[in-house]
């Protein structure tokens, strides 16, 4: 694994993911190397819902073509104000673009597109009823840039609001980690074949810095979240999140 010091900058990410904008607006094509994908989309959809019926306002942290929105907005059948953030501006368009065309009256609903690192993003505080984060926040890095980002999701998110996050992840203990690995590389192969494994594991190597699932549920516990919730795991993917009290 790459050393932090080695992997990619900002920039190198944001010109990876502006040039796949196709891919990442459809789930089958844009999620395919991440295990339960569609699964993990469908939990975390219906635990926003269900922790925190009365939603005015989202934040979608890297939220590529939209995907997640689009799917909370399907099943909780009600508009409510968006605001798209990511690196890419190709993807920003996309997700706006995407959810505007399926549901015609969001157009009267206020959608912000904030082209950004969310570390750097000027968010108001107790503000959104959903903070949503769907593999992204595996570009973290060292235990400082964790802790001041999840301070934030905290600080940003509304009272009684939550955070929902779906994740490559990295374990404990070195054993364990080899485990999952190679049960990831399995999934990868028998989905394809050795050459896209290979070219999956070299992307990540370069790419990501993913922390245990273990690790980030302490975390939300530690900035302030008071309920934490585990709703999935299978291998390296995760997903879980945290409500904040009233």
Not at 54 to 82: M, P, S, W
Not at 84 to 98: G, H, I, N, T, V
Not at 148 to 157: E, L, M, N, Y
Request: glycine share 4%.
């Amino acid at each position: 694994m790459n050393s932090l010091e080695t992997k990619s900058t900002v920039d190198e990410i944001r010109h990876r993911f502006d040039n796949d904008v196709e891919r990442f607006s459809n789930l089958e094509t844009g999620q395919t190397a991440t295990i339960d994908a569609p699964l993990s989309m469908e939990l975390i959809t219906h635990a926003a819902i269900a922790s925190t019926p009365n939603i005015h306002r989202v934040l979608d942290i890297g939220c590529g073509a939209g995907n997640n929105t689009l799917k909370l907005r399907e099943v909780y059948g009600q508009d409510f104000d968006i605001d798209f953030l990511d690196l890419s501006q190709p993807m920003l368009l996309r997700a706006k673009e995407r959810l505007t065309d399926k549901f015609e009256t969001m157009c009267s609903f206020e959608i912000n597109m904030i082209q950004s690192d969310f570390r750097n993003a000027i968010l108001k505080e107790n503000t959104y009823d959903v903070v949503l984060a769907a593999a992204v926040l595996h570009h973290l890095r060292d235990d400082e840039d964790w802790d001041k980002a999840f301070q934030k999701i905290f600080s940003i998110t509304a009272p009684g609001g939550c955070v929902w996050i779906t994740d490559l992840v990295s374990h404990e203990t070195e054993k364990i980690q080899q485990l999952m690995w190679q049960r990831y590389g399995t999934y990868l192969t028998e989905m394809d074949s050795v050459e896209y494994r290979e070219k999956v594991f070299s992307y990540i190597d370069k790419e990501d810095s993913p922390r245990p699932v273990t690790f980030q549920m302490e975390l939300l516990r530690k900035v302030g979240f008071a309920h934490v919730e585990l709703l999935h795991k299978n291998s390296c993917f995760a997903a879980f999140g945290a409500i904040k009290a009233r």
